[in-house]
C-alpha cells in the first residue's frame, strides 16, 4: 500500500469552526489530491497540487483552502464548517514524469461531522 | 463535456459466476481509463489503469478492457468470491485535462455483491 495517512480519521466540530485536515505521504509523489465523497454525488474534487507550493481548483472548492508546504504534507482548510461539508474526505497522491502512470493512491479517509 | 456512466448501480450475484461490470463516458478523447474498488469504510484501492492506446489490462481474476471508439469500458472479474463484494469505480482522464491538471472524472461506482 502507498504510504498515505490522513489525521484527524473522525471528527465532530460544530458550525463556524475553523477545521484542518492533513494528509502526509512517504511516497515523494508530486500530485496531492482532496476530494469528499457523498452518497448520491460520488468522489468530488476540492482542490489539487501539482508541487510545493502549486495548488489548483476542483469542481467544490468553495469553502475551502489548501496549502503545501512540503512535499509530503497537503493541508485541508474549512474556513467556517457548515452543515453541508459533513462528509468523508479522502487525500490522494500520483506520480508525474516518465515512466509514470496516472494511477491515484488514496489515503484511509477523515470522516467529519458538522454540527 | 465528459461525463461517465456506471450500471447497474448495485449488482448481486452468486459465488462463482463470472461477471461483467460496465462503464460508459460520452467523450472518446482520453489519456487512459481507470477502475477502483472500495470496500465500505475504506479507501479507494486502484485495479487497473489502461491507457488511451491498449486494448485491455489483467491482473489475477481481473481483466478491464477499452473500446474509445464506443466509450465504453468493462471490468471482467472471474469466478467470483464472497471477498469481491465492494463497490467498484471507474474514472477518465480527458484530454482537456493536459499538463498539471490530473484532474478525472469519476462514475458514481456499482455496488457488488457476491454471495455465498
Known amino acids: 500500500d502507498a504510504g498515505i495517512t490522513q489525521s484527524p480519521r473522525h471528527k465532530v466540530t460544530e458550525t463556524g469552526t475553523p477545521v484542518t485536515l492533513r494528509c502526509h505521504q512517504t511516497?515523494?509523489?508530486?500530485?496531492m489530491y482532496w476530494y469528499r465523497q457523498d452518497p448520491g454525488h460520488g468522489l468530488r474534487l476540492i482542490h489539487y497540487?501539482?508541487?510545493?507550493?502549486?495548488?489548483d481548483k476542483g469542481e467544490v472548492s468553495d469553502g475551502y483552502s489548501v496549502s503545501r508546504s512540503k512535499t509530503e504534507d497537503f493541508l485541508l482548510t474549512l474556513e467556517s464548517a457548515t452543515s453541508s461539508q459533513t462528509s468523508v474526505y479522502f487525500c490522494?497522491?500520483?506520480?508525474?514524469?516518465?515512466?509514470?502512470?496516472?494511477?491515484?493512491?488514496f489515503g484511509p479517509g477523515t470522516r467529519l461531522t458538522v454540527l | 463535456k465528459q461525463e461517465v456512466t456506471q450500471i447497474p448501480a448495485a449488482l448481486s450475484v452468486p459465488e462463482g459466476e463470472n461477471l461483467v461490470l460496465n462503464c460508459s463516458f460520452t467523450?472518446?478523447?482520453?489519456?487512459?481509463l481507470q477502475w477502483f474498488r472500495q470496500d465500505p469504510g475504506k479507501g479507494l484501492t486502484s485495479l487497473l489503469l489502461?491507457?488511451?492506446s491498449q486494448r485491455e489490462q489483467t491482473s489475477g481474476r481481473l481483466n478491464a478492457s477499452l473500446d474509445k471508439s464506443s466509450g465504453r469500458s468493462t471490468l471482467y472479474i472471474a469466478a467470483s468470491q464472497p471477498g469481491d463484494s465492494a463497490t467498484y469505480l471507474c474514472?477518465?482522464?480527458?484530454?482537456?485535462?493536459?499538463?498539471?491538471?490530473?484532474?478525472?472524472?469519476w462514475g458514481l461506482g456499482t455496488s457488488l455483491a457476491v454471495n455465498p
Open positions: 490522494a497522491i500520483s506520480e508525474a514524469g516518465l515512466g509514470t502512470t496516472d494511477t491515484q493512491y
Open positions: 474514472a477518465v482522464r480527458p484530454f482537456s485535462n493536459a499538463g498539471n491538471n490530473r484532474k478525472l472524472i
Open positions: 467523450d472518446s478523447a482520453i489519456y487512459n
Open positions: 497540487s501539482y508541487g510545493v507550493k502549486d495548488t
Open positions: 511516497e515523494n509523489h508530486r500530485y
Open positions: 489502461i491507457q488511451s
